[in-house]
């Protein structure tokens, strides 16, 4: 399975952008990159998701690597119901390539 | 949409009895996964399957834990026996096949065994 990497914590204040950046240098052709964050005592929730070109929704932006090494989810105002633990992993195109292996996160904090 | 549908959302049993855990996935989703999460471990995948039948269990930590989907609209994931360390919330959810869909998760349901 593909792993991914991302810090184990974040901080931001409330109103700014935050950038959270996912490392995932094994990456595969057809593995697709999603997002998904899980809010305290609930279960994870899908934000978006990418190929190769950046990607915008109503709850975020993907900005993803040339080399599709890396990318970065993109909060462009942070509020306090964005805290959460965020989680990027690889999902291939095929699902049944193998399984998509959420790792530790990012829990980010956000501050008034 | 209702979306994925867990039960119990908790559940305490004693060691040693049979637990069985229920979903229900969005209907027309192709996929459903169980997944088992601990604050020592992380959420981890148990087992998948594809349009009911099971894909992989290589998750499935041991033989006490069976996991079936009889039709397209439910599953179950049963242990037995129960022991103080299968505590966790297990969460199941569903997801369309294609490269343009996520995973949609239940609420969980959250097992103390004692």
């Known amino acids: 399975d593909a792993k991914t990497t991302q810090p184990n914590s974040m901080e931001s204040n409330e109103e700014e952008p935050v950038h959270l950046p996912c490392n995932h240098s094994t990456i595969s052709g057809t593995d697709y990159i999603h997002w998904y964050r899980q809010l305290p005592s609930q279960g994870p929730e899908y934000v978006i998701h990418?190929?190769?070109s950046n990607v915008n929704n109503r709850m975020a932006s993907l900005a993803i690597a040339e080399d599709r090494k890396s990318s970065t989810l993109i909060l462009h105002r942070a509020t306090l119901r964005d805290a959460a633990v965020y989680y990027c992993i690889l999902r291939d195109v095929n699902p049944n390539a193998g399984k998509s292996t959420f790792g530790d996160g990012t829990t980010l904090t956000v501050k008034p | 949409d209702a979306g994925v549908i867990q039960s119990p959302r908790h559940e305490v049993t004693e060691m040693g009895q049979e637990v069985t855990l229920r979903c229900k996935p969005i209907s027309g989703h192709d996929y459903l996964f169980w997944y088992r999460q601990t604050m020592m471990r992380g959420l981890e995948l148990l087992i998948y399957f594809n349009n009911n039948v099971p894909i992989d269990d290589s998750g499935m930590p041991e033989d006490r834990f069976s996991a079936k989907m009889p039709n397209a609209s439910f599953s179950t994931l049963k242990i037995q026996p129960s022991e103080p360390r299968d505590s966790a919330v297990y969460f199941c959810a569903s997801s369309r096949q294609g490269r343009n869909y996520g995973y949609t998760f239940g609420s969980g349901t959250r097992l103390t065994v004692v």
């Open positions: 990418g190929l190769t």
